[in-house]
């Protein structure tokens, strides 16, 4: 019965040493959610809310990221704001020669196409 009772005690010790690191995988999930919701936003809202987002995924050091399916997913939704970007900022100086919404609509559906299919893979849980 005693040694029962210190292999109990041995058990809930190991299941609280491996609460930590669940909760800050639990953690940098629900962030990684907040991000990609975040630059879903940005469609919609456009500079504010990607800003938002690299300040957001930028601000912890990509080392600290332990996790490498959320490390891919970080660095997907990087990827797909500055590309947003350059390519927004590219289609903004095109408008006064009457061609910037042929460059800015293909690439409002590809940064929409980009957040779907990132958070489909994040929901499958599988690298982006």
């Not at 609280?16 to 879903?40: F, V």
């Not at 500079?47 to 690299?54: C, H, L, M, N």
């Not at 601000?59 to 990087?78: E, N, Y």
């Not at 779907?116 to 849980?125: F, K, N, P, Q, S």
Request: charged letters at 20%.
């Amino acid at each position: 019965m005693v040694e029962n009772q210190q292999t109990m005690t041995l058990r809930e010790a190991a299941v609280a040493h491996d609460a930590a690191p669940a909760r800050q995988a639990d953690a940098d999930l629900r962030r990684t959610w907040k991000a990609y919701i975040a630059l879903g936003l940005g469609a919609v809202l456009f500079i504010f809310t990607i800003w938002y987002e690299v300040y957001g995924d930028t601000r912890k050091d990509a080392a600290a990221w332990r996790d490498p399916l959320l490390q891919s997913h970080r660095q997907w939704r990087l990827r797909t704001a500055f590309v947003f970007l350059v390519w927004s900022i590219l289609a903004g100086f095109c408008v006064p020669f009457g061609f910037g919404m042929l460059v800015f609509v293909p690439v409002w559906i590809w940064f929409v196409y980009r957040v779907a299919r990132g958070m489909i893979l994040l929901g499958m849980r599988r690298v982006a």
